[in-house]
């Protein structure tokens, strides 16, 4: 097993308060070389950096590369659910439903700051492409897979009783459904960089965010590392590795194309777009999992942060450019009309919708097969195994899915393992995953997620003088290392201001995001550690004063601190945030008007 030197600096171009890996040998050179390690991963995503952290767990040396940064693709881009999959019910795939309530659970015990339960009903209508009898016997059968779970079991309701319950539903040819327990993450990006921060702070693992794998290193058709590209610094590196996992998600087939010029078709993504609207009159309190009246699809409307409705998702085939990927014009619509006939009340338009987004999954590449019916359970390839081009060394991650992201990583180590024969410096053998037992960074200490967020809002308020509500809604960010947040404002006190007038964000969530959090640069605040993007403006009032705070932070000059802003208003406005900015419908101004 491979051992990190002793010694740690910051690379080139990297916030010098963040430790990492000084590059050994070669110091002058075109490409510098970093230490050698157990595990390379590619991919920062939920199931890279979920890779990362069990392996760093278990002593393993690894280098985590990921070219944009943690959680920034698929990841980012869901329902924002943690859920059994009960559709999935459907395909007869019951060992993928029972795996994912026992890690449904395991989330809502060890990040119970980032995942909390989530009441879902069912509406079942006469056309219904399933019966209400075939949803109660599902739901059974889905209550029975679950057994031991923390959450109440399902209750099912004829028409009155459901319409009692949800008033706005649309009752013609309603039949009655169900309500069952399923959970919700808000912000899935951070369960990325908690799971990220996990494996750095064993003093196990180098983390690199914005590095690019630009080639492999093959010898006799071993996979025996990675040349990758620093784009903070331009600074171009090698790294070798015992074993090397592509967890690139919907691009394993893409970085593929580094190691074999002809390499085979793995991934067939499908895309779903969501969009974002304000709550509404009559809209429900609890999330809907409706059958689209038009094509039998599922699509939620999920209750989403304070003030919001998240509505998707779509599921369709995608072969578009993975880094442009956006909602078009057709899904909002559709989203929207269904929406309209399920909630008659909603009357939903265009400009209603405050942004959208897109993402693609990266499930396998299956041939006959609706986008509906694609297995959602991940694959673990070997290309030592493949008889045209077989490459040792080399792993690649097919599929997985947001809620299954650690036992995925307890079985893809447990393979790296097994097959490349990975031993502790002493020859013995390296220990069982711990992680099923062990909690995410801000859930360590919590027992009793309400009775423990009370009391820290209370004392935390008092301590750092700040309004209890604002400490609430940070407490479901970083859970127990909340104080760690505050704790900046006692260095500077201008960093306990909001961000901008009516902002629920401070300059200390900046700072810490930049010293902690392997925040690189505006976009990764902005999306995947503050949140500030994900409101109604899209983040743009909160715009300038992070990236000042972070051009202070990092001593960026004016040009950097521009191309910054620049970057950050572009990707809002071509790719995954459409529709910003938009007004309300007259009718949903009149309507706000009346007493």
Not at 263 to 271: F, H, L, M, Q, V
Not at 359 to 371: E, I
Not at 573 to 595: H, V, Y
Request: proline share 6%.
């Amino acid at each position: 097993m491979s051992q990190h030197p002793a010694g740690y600096a910051a690379l080139p171009g990297r916030n010098p308060k963040t430790l990492q890996l000084e590059p050994v040998g070669n110091a002058s050179g075109a490409v510098r070389a970093l230490p050698d390690y157990d595990l390379i991963v590619i991919g920062g995503g939920i199931n890279g950096s979920g890779i990362a952290r069990e392996a760093a767990e278990r002593g393993l040396a690894v280098l985590l590369l990921e070219k944009e940064d943690f959680g920034s693709g698929t990841s980012a881009y869901s329902s924002r659910l943690i859920h059994g999959g009960l559709r999935y019910l459907a395909n007869l795939e019951f060992d993928l439903v029972a795996e994912s309530l026992r890690e449904r659970e395991l989330l809502l015990r060890h990040a119970p700051h980032l995942v909390r339960p989530l009441p879902m009903a069912i509406p079942v209508y006469a056309y219904s492409e399933k019966p209400r009898w075939m949803i109660g016997l599902g739901m059974l059968l889905y209550d029975l897979l679950s057994w031991g779970k923390s959450m109440p079991a399902h209750r099912m309701y004829g028409k009155a009783g459901f319409q009692a319950r949800y008033p706005g539903i649309n009752t013609e040819r309603l039949q009655g459904g169900p309500v069952y327990y399923d959970a919700q993450v808000e912000l899935p990006e951070r369960i990325c960089v908690e799971n990220v921060l996990a494996a750095k702070e064993t003093g196990n693992a180098t983390v690199l965010n914005h590095a690019r794998v630009t080639g492999f290193l093959i010898e006799q058709s071993t996979v025996q590392g990675v040349l990758f590209t620093d784009a903070l610094s331009g600074q171009r590196y090698t790294a070798r590795g015992k074993a090397v996992i592509n967890a690139s998600g919907p691009w394993v087939d893409a970085l593929m194309g580094l190691a074999d010029s002809h390499p085979a078709r793995r991934i067939g993504g499908t895309k779903g777009s969501h969009i974002v609207v304000r709550r509404f009159a009559g809209g429900p309190e609890t999330a809907l999992y409706v059958e689209a009246r038009s094509d039998g699809r599922p699509f939620f409307i999920i209750p989403w942060r304070e003030d919001y409705y998240l509505i998707g998702t779509t599921d369709l085939r995608f072969e578009g450019n993975l880094d442009a990927v956006a909602a078009d014009r057709d899904e909002i619509a559709y989203l929207l009309a269904e929406t309209n006939h399920v909630l008659p009340g909603a009357k939903l338009t265009v400009r209603d919708v405050l942004y959208s987004y897109a993402g693609v999954r990266p499930l396998p590449y299956t041939q006959g097969k609706t986008a509906g019916r694609i297995t959602r359970k991940h694959l673990i390839e070997d290309h030592a195994r493949n008889q045209r081009h077989p490459l040792k060394g080399l792993v690649s991650i097919i599929g997985g899915k947001l809620t299954t992201y650690r036992s995925l990583a307890e079985e893809a180590v447990d393979y790296v393992i097994r097959a490349y024969a990975i031993r502790q410096t002493d020859g013995s053998g390296i220990p069982p995953s711990d992680t099923r037992r062990k909690p995410l960074p801000g859930g360590v200490g919590i027992e009793d997620w309400p009775t423990w967020k009370k009391t820290q809002k209370a004392a935390l308020s008092e301590r750092y003088e700040l309004d209890e509500p604002m400490v609430s809604r940070w407490l479901s960010i970083y859970g127990s290392r909340l104080e760690r947040v505050l704790a900046l404002t006692l260095e500077n006190p201008d960093w306990k201001r909001p961000l901008y007038a009516g902002c629920q964000s401070i300059g200390a969530q900046v700072v810490y995001a930049v010293r902690a959090e392997l925040a690189c640069s505006v976009q990764d605040v902005m999306l995947r550690r503050l949140g500030c993007a994900l409101d109604a403006d899209v983040g743009l009032k909160a715009l300038e004063p992070v990236a000042r705070l972070m051009a202070t932070e990092l001593g960026w000059d004016q040009a950097r601190l521009n191309a910054e802003v620049a970057a950050y208003k572009t990707l809002v406005e071509t790719r995954n945030l459409a529709f910003l900015g938009q007004a309300p419908s007259p009718e949903k101004q009149a309507a706000a008007a009346e007493p």
